[in-house]
Nanobody, 124 residues
Framework: QVQLAESGGGLVQAGGSLRLSCAAS????????MGWFRQAPGKERELVAA????????KYLDSVKGRFTISRDNAKNTVYLEMSSLKPEDTAVYYC?????????????????WGQGTQVTVSS
């Protein structure tokens, strides 16, 4: 079964940057739509960004557009989330997820596998 392991979270000051990584333990990475989700205390989980199997198509939460960039390296079975101009409201646990049948342009594609999450804390 697919296992996802996030890394790169931490404490950063407002305006700073972080790069999250998600390594997938799987035979081949390319069949999966990949997404990054986040969940803040007392709030619902929300999709931050998604990237198509080829890496050509992307989707972002409106509040992170222009600040976050999702990318993937299928040869390394890894997906990244580069975050810049971080704000306190970006504070949350960030989760990596993989979908076998979903597409990035769908409103709510089904994600089949999830990582344990990595904490991102932005201080002001």
């Amino acid at each position: 079964q697919v296992q996802l392991a996030e890394s790169g979270g931490g404490l950063v000051q407002a305006g700073g940057s972080l790069r999250l990584s998600c390594a997938a333990s799987v035979g081949t990475f390319s069949p999966y739509l990949m997404g990054w989700f986040r969940q803040a205390p007392g709030k619902e989980r929300e999709l931050v960004a998604a990237i198509s199997r080829s890496g050509t198509g992307t989707k972002y939460l409106d509040s992170v557009k222009g600040r976050f960039t999702i990318s993937r390296d299928n040869a390394k079975n890894t997906v990244y989330l580069e975050m810049s101009s971080l704000k306190p409201e970006d504070t949350a646990v960030y989760y990596c997820a993989a979908s076998l049948q979903g597409y990035y342009y769908e409103r709510a594609p089904r994600y089949d596998y999830w990582g344990q999450g990595t904490q991102v804390t932005v201080s002001s």
